[in-house]
């Protein structure tokens, strides 16, 4: 089973879909990798998951959305196959309820459940298109419900032990630039050096890690001056930003461990905050310091106002301030004990109360 072969149609020769079979950039390697690992592997329908995975190549999508595909497949067919069932036919809406159970059961995590459900539901409507599976097993709503916690965002007593720490330039570079543009630690990774436009005080962000959707993030005065020593130490022959000693490039793994050793050096190791905890930092701030919620929404590349919500249920002043003037009345003692109701409401609830017992026999103008 070949990538190639999947390609041709009605038994055309696979030399004419040459554009496809050009290993050209890395989304394509990932495709390679993943399509010679499912050889390997005895699940079911392996050749509806490499023609998936093609399908998922030609619209353009990521590596890692490749690369997570295959891994979820991979999880879910082998749980089907040990379940007993070897047709891809065979699935049912109650296998998807079994494997929810089945991975609950083993410890992980809500959202990382409900990612790959999803992840499995797509591929089962592609399956459904092209009249493998039926398509009742989709008609109801089936979901993971994921909590809704809070934003975990550095306390600022915390950051300025971190950034006290910080004595590499490199290193100060990368953090400062995280702690005040908001950028995903893999935008920042990818950062090509004509993206910075330190004139301007800007970075231009052409394709978000996640949304894949372009935007621009702005330098405060300390990330451009940390940015600005950078440029000047670093290797004028290597495009991307920030890279790794002796490496073009720099991964997510080593970022984390040079994070990791400022938190200890600055002695917070045990506060739980990650590199992602930047970012949630920078928003919080940002609102604190009166942002709106549609500028902060441009500035983060989410793709819905709701998503950056969450940073104002963390940091809404008005509601704390509102919260602390009635508690000291009622410390003070200036309620009487009699429960009030607000004249607005009782407005409204005497309308209420008056279309229930008269119905329209009441005026237009009540």
Not at 150 to 163: G, H, I, T, W, Y
């Amino acid at each position: 089973m070949t990538v190639e072969r999947l390609s041709s149609e009605d038994g055309k020769n696979a030399s004419a879909f040459t554009p496809w079979l050009q290993p050209c950039n890395g989304r394509r390697r990932v495709l390679d990798d993943v399509v010679e690992k499912l050889e390997q592997k005895e699940i079911p329908g392996k050749e509806h998951v490499e023609a998936y995975l093609l399908d998922q190549y030609r619209r353009n999508c990521k590596s890692n959305t490749l690369q997570n595909t295959f891994d979820d497949l991979n999880i879910f067919l082998s749980f089907v196959k040990a379940s007993g069932k070897s047709h891809l036919e065979e699935i049912t809406r109650a296998d998807l309820f079994a494997f929810i159970e089945h991975e609950q059961d083993r410890g992980m995590k809500p959202a990382t459940v409900h990612t790959r459900l999803g992840r499995i539901k797509a591929f089962i409507h592609f399956l459904v298109e092209q009249g493998v599976v039926r398509g009742g097993i989709l008609t109801r709503r089936l979901t993971v419900k994921v909590p809704d916690s809070l934003p975990r965002a550095m306390e600022p007593v915390d950051v300025n032990k971190l950034l006290s720490v910080i004595d590499n330039t490199r290193d100060r570079a990368m953090i400062v630039v995280l702690l005040r543009t908001g950028m995903r630690i893999g935008e920042l990774l990818s950062l090509l050096v004509r993206e910075v436009n330190l004139k301007e005080r800007r970075i231009e962000i052409y394709e978000a890690e996640k949304t894949r959707v372009g935007r621009v993030v702005y330098l405060s005065e300390d990330a451009r001056a940390a940015l600005q020593a950078w440029l000047k130490e670093r290797d004028p022959n290597k495009q991307l930003v920030f890279y790794a000693q002796g490496r073009h490039s720099m991964s997510y793994a080593n970022a984390r461990l040079v994070f990791r050793k400022y938190l200890t050096k600055a002695g917070l190791t045990q506060r739980g905050y990650t590199l992602h905890c930047l970012r949630h930092t920078c928003a919080s701030e940002l609102l604190n310091g009166g942002m709106r919620l549609e500028c902060l929404q441009q500035l983060l590349g989410h793709s819905t106002i709701e998503m950056t919500r969450r940073y104002a249920r963390l940091t809404d002043k008005t509601r704390e301030e509102e919260y602390f003037r009635a508690m000291g009345r009622i410390e003070r003692g200036e309620i009487d004990g009699s429960y009030q109701l607000d004249p607005r409401l009782q407005e409204i609830f005497e309308k209420k109360e008056l279309l229930e017992t008269h119905g329209d026999k009441l005026p237009e103008h009540s």
